[in-house]
Nanobody, 122 residues
Framework: VQLQASGGGSVQAGGSLGLSCAASGSTFNINAIGWYRQRPLKMRDRISCISSSGDSTYYHDSAKGRFTVSRDNAENTAYLQMNSLEPEDTAVYYC????????????????WGQGTQVTVSS
């Protein structure tokens, strides 16, 4: 599966951005999709994850109540809607497909997309 993330940009604090992760390949609907981010000088964080069927999700504490993950298996696309953005959300965001362990916090990676930059100014 090859992934193409898009939707990053620059916004002011309190604003919103919607990220998309478009996948090629016929196996998209059997993979979990994770969203990770890497902030400057920080480790890469797992921000959100959605199971293959979409009925199970995970959010990092910093994302709860502000971010929403979803997927459209018919379109081979996953989404991360980010609201009430804060300067601390500034990072490169990556989408990744993985196995069932991905949403359980395991390193069950199968493919990474290129990152998309999100910059939030105060």
């Amino acid at each position: 599966v090859q992934l193409q993330a898009s939707g990053g940009g620059s916004v002011q604090a309190g604003g919103s951005l919607g990220l998309s992760c478009a996948a090629s390949g016929s196996t998209f609907n059997i993979n979990a999709i994770g969203w990770y981010r890497q902030r400057p000088l920080k480790m890469r964080d797992r921000i959100s994850c959605i199971s293959s069927s979409g009925d199970s999700t995970y959010y990092h504490d910093s994302a709860k109540g502000r971010f929403t993950v979803s997927r459209d298996n018919a379109e081979n696309t996953a989404y991360l809607q980010m609201n009430s953005l804060e300067p601390e959300d500034t990072a490169v965001y990556y989408c990744v497909v993985g196995g069932i362990g991905l949403c359980r916090g395991q390193a069950d990676f199968r493919s990474w997309g290129q990152g998309t930059q999100v910059t939030v100014s105060s």
